[in-house]
């Protein structure tokens, strides 16, 4: 068994997600399709992070153990001639056995696109939320900088989920704004994320930009003592998972 | 009547071009449905400019005789309310009585969109063309240069049509890299272009940056004396429609 790396980009729009599901359309099937017909065997594919349905990634990775040694310089081209045109992959390499995609994330950046034009652009209408209301962009960085360090982040987490230990590092929360576009991407690098975490931040970041909420509401919500601070869940189709880094 | 002048971008993945076909979807197909919406009658739509099937616009123009008076202002929003949301009007003005859409187009641009990378970036796989050979950019660029000016453009025009004055003044044709984006974009501006010259000159810059025709060469197709260093016509999906410039 050869345990192999690869980085996938996607455009999350017609998927259920990147893991497997039943009766839906998801990344992983069509990855895990695409390297039956390579290997001529099932082939179990196991991603970096699941990615929400309408997420999208330009820098996802996965690994998965081939039955027989194939060139790694070669795998991308053969898969992205049997994967649809929304999924591409851009590099395969040979890991350690141990290696596991999701455990050996060491960081990862997401990005969070917004519309910043009075009226959607169309082209960018499936990677972006358009909001319609002006914000503060001082203000919405400012409430960024909370985000950055060692925080618990159990309270910007989607409610229901079970997990031992929320607390996280974030080394940014960096709103880029790109004014000739009328465009804003907001990036966050961090040492893992919770379920939502990211689309939660990018909420309550938004409604401080509106003036909804203020800087010391969102420190509370930080804190756990204010919860009204706390998102609104921002939609899945401006996220996208932009890198993971491992050493390797 | 009130002749009223619209700004319309659209995602021109799903159309058949702007003009209404039978049986084809175009976008001016969708205009007059919703402006039949709001007007209560059947009312004409006048495209400022053709574009072909897959083609996409920033800022296509139209202009249309309405039965009666709406604010302008509200029009945008009542229009979008109505169209699919691959087509959005992003403004409306009144104009004088005899405003003509296309034939009163003093200045157009186009861009047309090349991914550089090594592999498609899949979220501007519909609005761009991605091409595997490594280009000459520098060569690319003065190409470029050969086209600006005033020229008999007939070899760069799709064959078949009939024309009968073909002489266009082209103000600039600026390629600008995007590096960091491993992007592409050429910017075309003109007093106006004749059927697929955009997507034909495109074609033979590609050539040109591709070392695979001469700068003599191109000079010489653009005298009409060498047929072969024209094009090939550029795939529609990279070609977007930038703005369209009046006097008003």
Known sequence: MTNTLIRITYDGTAYSGFQLQINAPTVQEALERALEVIYKQPVRVIG???????????GQAANYQAPFRIAAEKLPYALNTLLPPDIVVTEAQEVGE??????DGRRK?????????????????????????????????EAARLFEGTHDFKPFRATGTVIADTTRTIYRVEPLELPEEQFMVI???????????????TGSLVRAGKGLVTLNEI??????????????????????????????
């Open 219 to 248: 420190k509370a919500a930080l804190a756990g003592i204010n919860p009204a601070a706390i998102g609104p869940t921002a939609p899945a189709h401006g996220l996208c998972l932009e890198k993971v880094f491992y050493e390797l």
């Open 109 to 141: 950046i997401y990005s969070y696109s917004i519309d910043l034009a009075a009226y959607p652009q169309v082209m960018k209408r499936s990677s972006s939320w358009h909001l319609l209301d002006r914000m503060d962009l001082k203000v919405l960085d």
């Open 98 to 103: 141990k290696f596991h995609a999701r455990f």
């Open 48 to 58: 970096a992070s699941r990615t929400d349905a309408g997420v999208h990634a330009r």
């Open 187 to 201: 990036y966050f690098e961090g040492s893992g994320f919770l379920y939502r975490m990211v689309r939660l931040i």
